[in-house]
């Protein structure tokens, strides 16, 4: 979206609790506004170089004059046009800081991860870094500011494990920079807090529960949605792979699917996959139609973005409060292992790179030894049925 910035007019913007808003200036070429769901504004700059899109925050909008920040923008475009990169272009005469580390890091390192992992960082370091360190000197930043920060965010032991990582790797690249001396992480010593894997899966009850909430929700929320979730169940694929599926990817003669390198997380970026779905996930891709290269298209055209509000209102009518989108994956694998299939061919099905995810199945299939007792006392009982112990 563009606009005219003024300061007044970015002042009224509201966040969106459930993205980040991105807004762009009309008057300066490449000056834009991010916004966070916690309400954190920040000037941005955006720039084609060698064909790639590279992005630079410039500071902060209560730091920042709309006019401070469209002639910063004015120098990053020049640094650009002379081969520099807009980061460097950044970097202050003495050091630099946190905040400083933390965009040039970016700004190197997203090139090398997948789309989901870019915004997890970017919210690690808008929402836990940047407000707590961002203007301590990179070089001066100790294991006690590291120790503080993880500290303060103990409460949710996953998000803060997640900072204290991104952190280390914005520390990493400071090394590599000569901002800090090597073998000087600071964050390197720090535990990190316990994370407990809560694994839930439905029974057979539960899943026939949501098989009812769903067509019962039709009509409210589209086919596309719909059948989007049920091919999830079916096939025990990952959310995103599912609602970007193409009409390309799918292979209904062979009752496959399958993912280019770039379109999935298994195995790493240069190993493509195939994926066998059963009959019943054949006709469901039968019954779609065909007016989109995606097999489930949002009304704009593109993919479905989400599915969260059609979740929401599953559980509420699957009355299953506490079950996630990715239980339904949990469910596919505990009900193939529940079935004797081998863990090392769920594991490949399901695309886990390692061994140990497939494990967590395990507990959920009969052990040969229980099957074994069990079959060998239903068989005396059934034998000491026909005549009485005397």
């Keep these: 979206m563009k606009m005219k910035f003024t300061n007044r007019a970015l002042a009224d913007i509201v966040s969106d609790p459930d993205k980040a808003i991105k807004v762009w200036d009309e008057s300066s070429q490449g000056l834009g506004l991010r916004v966070t769901p916690g309400g954190v504004k920040s000037f941005v700059f955006r720039q084609e170089r060698n064909g790639r899109q ?11 004059t709309v006019e401070e920040a469209r002639a910063k923008v004015a120098e990053l475009r020049k640094a650009v046009s002379e081969g520099k990169a807009p980061a460097l272009a950044m970097r202050p005469a003495k050091g630099i800081t946190v905040n400083d580390a933390a965009e040039r890091m970016m700004a190197e390192h997203s090139p090398h991860l997948r789309p989901r992992t870019v915004r997890r960082y970017r919210e690690c370091i808008d929402n836990g870094i940047v407000p707590a360190l961002g203007k301590l000197h990179i070089a001066a930043l100790a294991p006690s500011d590291v120790a503080a920060l ?24 400071a090394e590599k920079w000569g901002e800090r001396p090597l073998g000087s992480n600071p964050c390197q010593h720090q535990s990190k807090y316990p ?44 959310k995103g792979e599912i609602l970007n599926l193409r009409w390309e990817q799918v292979d ?44 489930f298209p949002s009304p704009l055209g593109g993919p479905l973005a989400d599915i969260k509000r059609l979740w929401e209102a599953v559980r509420v009518e699957a009355n299953v409060p506490d079950v996630r989108i990715h239980d339904l994956r949990h469910t596919w694998g505990a009900v193939a292992t529940s079935g004797g299939h081998a863990l090392q061919t769920i594991g490949a099905v399901m695309g886990h790179r390692n061994p140990s995810t497939t494990a967590r199945y395990a507990h959920v299939a009969p052990s040969p030894a229980a099957r074994a007792v069990e079959e060998t006392s239903a068989k005396i009982a059934a034998a000491m049925g026909k005549s009485k112990l005397k």
């Design 252 to 295: 209904l003669g062979n009752a496959r699917l399958s993912f280019a390198p770039s379109e999935h997380k298994t195995g790493g970026s240069a190993i493509a996959k195939t994926v066998p779905i059963g009959a019943a996930a054949v006709d469901l891709l039968k019954s779609r139609p065909r007016a989109s290269e995606y097999v």
């Design 150 to 173: 993880h500290s303060k965010l103990k409460r949710t032991p996953r998000s803060a494990n997640m900072v204290l990582g991104v952190l280390s790797i914005i520390c990493k690249y």
């Design 54 to 64: 590279m992005w630079v925050t410039i500071g902060r909008f209560n730091d920042w």
């Design 195 to 238: 994370e407990v894997a809560r694994h839930r899966y439905l029974d057979e009850n539960e899943i026939a529960a949501i098989g009812h909430a769903l067509n019962k929700l039709a009509e409210r929320f589209g086919d596309a949605a719909i059948d989007a979730l049920r091919l999830i169940m079916l096939t025990g694929g990952r």
